[in-house]
């Protein structure tokens, strides 16, 4: 270990250089689609460009092997989910030759910050070696080992695009992945570690009951375009059962496994397939009009990305209950499929650069952090 840690060491002085770097990052999300991955240019502070972007869909034998992963802990994970995920990985993030460090999030299987702490599957040192390349990875524990929750991380560089964007004013943007999160964001404020930048917390499940839902009563991945909600009724009584949770009652920042609701589909398993669907869409929105009522004050729209954004019925139920406009990113130039590979090219350059990627506003963590670990390629393969 001792070896390995002073080899990290003088990559990290290498690559903390000033000026830009060209940095890839990789997402697998809760939802199980696929791996996302994006280049952009930043010196850590600023978005100083966007590059190309990617996208390896997972084949049905690894996502049934990455599901059966849920909840696990190091050692309990399948066999073989970890070199599925590698390769996954690799054959994908191979097709961007620009990139100078690549930020690996890996697969999360399983997330208690404040008991057995948090767990991404994936080794960036053998994803390094793959690649030929530095990687940076592990981005959640040192946050979780200093008391934070973890989680929310993209927030930084929301901080980042609110600034890109040149708003003047707070602005919330919502991820609607397989668990939602809020962020609010005073870009007056230059640094997003610093008091009153940043406010940003899980608001509950998003996609992930849905689509656990239409997997297993009508083998399709997810209710596309809201078709199926669409034709259905909101079931109101299990709205407000939900909204019993107690996570709801927590302050904020905060976050979630995705299973920590449990069984969400089987808050509906009396309803038939449309109304079911129909409620657990309203679910995710009464979720995040629940999340709204914690930001320092109401942003007058909601800035949306991740898949949720294209569901218009999703959309629709979000702006009814919100009582304010919920739009994609892509109305201000931003990208929603990959703005969570984006986040993490962007921290990937702040760990090399040794500053925070995470505070008080986004993880709870007493004072502000840098998090993940360096690990570098061997140096006669790189660009070879």
């Given at each position: 270990?001792?070896?390995?840690?002073?080899?990290?060491?003088?990559?990290?002085?290498?690559?903390?250089?000033?000026?830009?770097?060209?940095?890839?990052?990789?997402?697998?999300?809760?939802?199980?689609?696929?791996?996302?991955?994006?280049?952009?240019?930043?010196?850590?502070?600023?978005?100083?460009?966007?590059?190309?972007?990617?996208?390896?869909?997972?084949?049905?034998?690894?996502?049934?092997?990455?599901?059966?992963?849920?909840?696990?802990?190091?050692?309990?994970?399948?066999?073989?989910?970890?070199?599925?995920?590698?390769?996954?990985?690799?054959?994908?993030?191979?097709?961007?030759?620009?990139?100078?460090?690549?930020?690996?999030?890996?697969?999360?299987?399983?997330?208690?910050?404040?008991?057995?702490?948090?767990?991404?599957?994936?080794?960036?040192?053998?994803?390094?070696?793959?690649?030929?390349?530095?990687?940076?990875?592990?981005?959640?524990?040192?946050?979780?080992?200093?008391?934070?929750?973890?989680?929310?991380?993209?927030?930084?560089f929301h901080h980042a695009c609110a600034r890109w964007i040149g708003a003047r004013q707070p602005v919330a943007f919502l991820n609607l992945g397989g668990v939602g999160n809020l962020t609010w964001v005073d870009p007056t404020i230059a640094a997003p570690e610093a008091e009153g930048a940043l406010l940003s917390f899980d608001t509950g499940p998003a996609n992930a009951p849905l689509n656990?839902?239409?997997?297993?009563?009508?083998?399709?991945?997810?209710?596309?375009?809201?078709?199926?909600?669409?034709?259905?009724?909101?079931?109101?009584?299990?709205?407000?059962?939900?909204?019993?949770?107690?996570?709801?009652?927590?302050?904020?920042?905060?976050?979630?496994?995705?299973?920590?609701?449990?069984?969400?589909?089987?808050?509906?398993?009396?309803?038939?397939?449309?109304?079911?669907?129909?409620?657990?869409?309203?679910?995710?929105?009464?979720?995040?009009?629940?999340?709204?009522?914690?930001?320092?004050?109401?942003?007058?729209?909601?800035?949306?990305?991740?898949?949720?954004?294209?569901?218009?019925?999703?959309?629709?139920?979000?702006?009814?209950?919100?009582?304010?406009?919920?739009?994609a990113v892509e109305h201000v130039g931003l990208d929603g499929d990959m703005l969570e590979a984006q986040a993490f090219a962007y921290l990937a350059v702040r760990v090399l650069r040794g500053l925070p990627t995470s505070c008080a506003g986004t993880t709870g963590v007493a004072h502000p952090v840098s998090g993940g670990r360096i690990s570098p390629a061997d140096p006669l393969r790189r660009?070879?």
């Amino acid at each position: 270990m001792g070896a390995r840690q002073g080899k990290e060491k003088t990559m990290s002085q290498v690559l903390r250089a000033e000026g830009p770097l060209r940095a890839l990052g990789a997402m697998s999300g809760t939802s199980l689609d696929g791996v996302d991955a994006a280049v952009i240019d930043t010196d850590g502070q600023d978005i100083l460009g966007f590059g190309r972007s990617g996208y390896r869909a997972y084949g049905e034998a690894e996502q049934a092997l990455l599901r059966a992963g849920f909840g696990c802990w190091p050692g309990e994970e399948p066999e073989g989910a970890q070199a599925a995920l590698h390769a996954a990985h690799a054959a994908l993030l191979a097709d961007f030759p620009e990139a100078e460090v690549v930020g690996f999030h890996g697969q999360t299987l399983a997330h208690d910050p404040h008991g057995r702490g948090t767990f991404q599957l994936g080794d960036g040192e053998v994803l390094a070696e793959m690649l030929a390349r530095p990687v940076v990875w592990d981005f959640r524990s040192a946050d979780v080992a200093a008391g934070g929750e973890g989680a929310p991380l993209a927030p930084f560089f929301h901080h980042a695009c609110a600034r890109w964007i040149g708003a003047r004013q707070p602005v919330a943007f919502l991820n609607l992945g397989g668990v939602g999160n809020l962020t609010w964001v005073d870009p007056t404020i230059a640094a997003p570690e610093a008091e009153g930048a940043l406010l940003s917390f899980d608001t509950g499940p998003a996609n992930a009951p849905l689509n656990d839902l239409m997997q297993a009563r009508r083998g399709q991945e997810v209710d596309r375009d809201g078709a199926l909600a669409g034709q259905g009724k909101v079931d109101e009584a299990v709205v407000q059962t939900f909204l019993s949770h107690p996570y709801f009652d927590r302050p904020a920042p905060k976050s979630l496994d995705r299973n920590e609701f449990g069984d969400t589909t089987a808050l509906v398993g009396h309803l038939d397939d449309a109304d079911a669907a129909a409620t657990l869409t309203a679910l995710c929105a009464a979720s995040v009009a629940a999340g709204l009522r914690r930001m320092p004050q109401r942003p007058a729209r909601l800035l949306v990305t991740g898949g949720g954004r294209l569901n218009p019925v999703l959309m629709a139920m979000i702006g009814a209950r919100c009582d304010c406009e919920a739009v994609a990113v892509e109305h201000v130039g931003l990208d929603g499929d990959m703005l969570e590979a984006q986040a993490f090219a962007y921290l990937a350059v702040r760990v090399l650069r040794g500053l925070p990627t995470s505070c008080a506003g986004t993880t709870g963590v007493a004072h502000p952090v840098s998090g993940g670990r360096i690990s570098p390629a061997d140096p006669l393969r790189r660009r070879a």
